[in-house]
């Protein structure tokens, strides 16, 4: 009885450890962030713009890296809701509507002129920013309140087909990750005392 709970606590460690391990270092890393990857985001209007609702948990921080899939220079933001509308109003644009893991993205379509709209970065109501070639990068903490970003070409005047990263900023993520897999190792050790125990030929 005692070799087949230990057994079972080592296969119990083995699989805490592993999942801890890979968590730790493949999916959140040293800096607490949770990336989705590259995925591709384009529309047939002037800018893609987030939802609210999808920016309801007060206290992570986000990070949005950008860069354009034709080489143009980008723009990315994050604006009060009600900016962002009035900035977007009749104007053709793309809603980011839902993010779902394994990650994937779910957009519609909202019809409106072609604009042109005025250059995003000379506006002063963005709470965080960043425009230009290449890979464009903002990290913004969370805050109350309905919040959109916004990614665009920089020119606001022509379609974006950008690849985003996404990024969660989760405090002590990685040292809970660590703890899991600690716990795991212990569990794994308790696990291997028992069986070896059991095994043990009897003393004379």
Request: aromatic share 6%; proline share 6%; charged share 15%.
């Amino acid at each position: 009885m005692r070799r087949i709970a230990g057994g079972l606590l080592a296969l119990i460690g083995l699989v805490v450890a592993v999942v801890g391990g890979v968590v730790a270092f493949w999916v959140v890393g040293p800096d607490n962030t949770v990336y989705s990857g590259e995925q591709q985001l384009s529309s047939k209007g002037l800018a893609v713009a987030s939802t609210p609702e999808l920016l309801n948990r007060h206290g992570p921080v986000l990070h949005v890296d950008v860069r354009s899939s034709k080489n143009q220079p980008v723009f990315v933001g994050v604006a009060r809701d009600f900016d962002v509308s009035s900035y977007l109003k009749d104007v053709g644009h793309t809603k980011l509507v839902q993010v779902q893991y394994p990650i994937a993205l779910s957009t519609e379509d909202e019809k409106g002129t072609a604009g042109p709209l005025t250059a995003p970065a000379t506006l002063d109501w963005w709470v965080a920013k960043a425009d230009g070639a290449g890979t464009q990068q903002i990290a913004w903490p969370i805050e109350d309140g309905p919040y959109d970003v916004v990614v665009m070409n920089a020119d606001g005047k022509s379609a974006p087909d950008v690849q985003v990263n996404l990024g969660i900023e989760i405090p002590r993520a990685f040292v809970s990750t660590l703890g899991v897999l600690g716990a795991g190792i212990v569990l794994l050790a308790l696990g291997i005392i028992l069986v070896r125990g059991r095994l043990r030929p009897a003393a004379p």
